[in-house]
């Protein structure tokens, strides 16, 4: 596990099956994100399988790496559940099934 180093919001999307991080300025926290290797040769045919309103940007992590990661469209957000206090997708897919 490793942490974004900018502050962000995450939130739950409508679907309810993906999580959605957004950076913010303000009222945000760093939370548990998960860092994969995948190789270069991958990385389009993957890129083309991600549908919004998730994107592939940067993502700041706290050892001040930039790395290529999941990030949400900020409209795709709007009217979603902050679940930015539960500190993770993880954690908050735990919670909510107890």
Do not use: Y
């Not at 940067?58 to 979603?80: P, Q, S």
């Amino acid at each position: 596990m490793s942490r974004p180093g900018a502050v962000i919001r995450r939130d739950g999307l409508p679907d309810g099956r993906r999580p959605g991080l957004v950076r913010i300025h303000e009222g945000g926290q760093r939370i548990a994100c998960e860092v994969w290797e995948l190789p270069a040769t991958a990385f389009g045919s993957f890129v083309d399988l991600v549908a919004a309103p998730l994107a592939i940007g940067k993502v700041a992590l706290d050892d001040g790496r930039w790395v290529n990661g999941f990030v949400c469209e900020a409209a795709g957000v709007e009217g979603a559940a902050d679940i930015t206090a539960c500190g993770g997708w993880r954690a908050w897919l735990a919670a909510s099934t107890t």
